[in-house]
C-alpha cells in the first residue's frame, strides 16, 4: 500500500466517520428541540379539573 493509497483512504474513512458524527448529532439536537417544544406548548394549556 503507498502512501497516497493510504492518505485516500483514511482521508474518505475520516471524513465519512465526521459526517455521519455531525448528521446524526444533529438529528438528535432537532428531535430535542421539537420534543421541548411540544412539552412547552402542551404545559400552557388551560386543563379543566371537575
Do not use: C, E, P, W
Not at 503507498?2 to 483512504?9: D, E, G, I, K, R
Not at 474518505?12 to 465526521?18: F, M, P, Y
Not at 411540544?38 to 379543566?48: A, G, I, M
Amino acid at each position: 500500500m503507498t502512501l497516497s493509497t493510504l492518505y485516500a483512504f483514511l482521508s474518505h474513512d475520516l471524513l465519512g466517520n465526521v459526517l455521519a458524527t455531525l448528521l446524526i448529532s444533529g438529528a438528535g439536537y432537532t428531535a430535542k428541540k421539537i420534543r421541548t417544544k411540544n412539552r412547552n406548548r402542551n404545559d400552557h394549556t388551560d386543563q379543566t379539573t371537575t
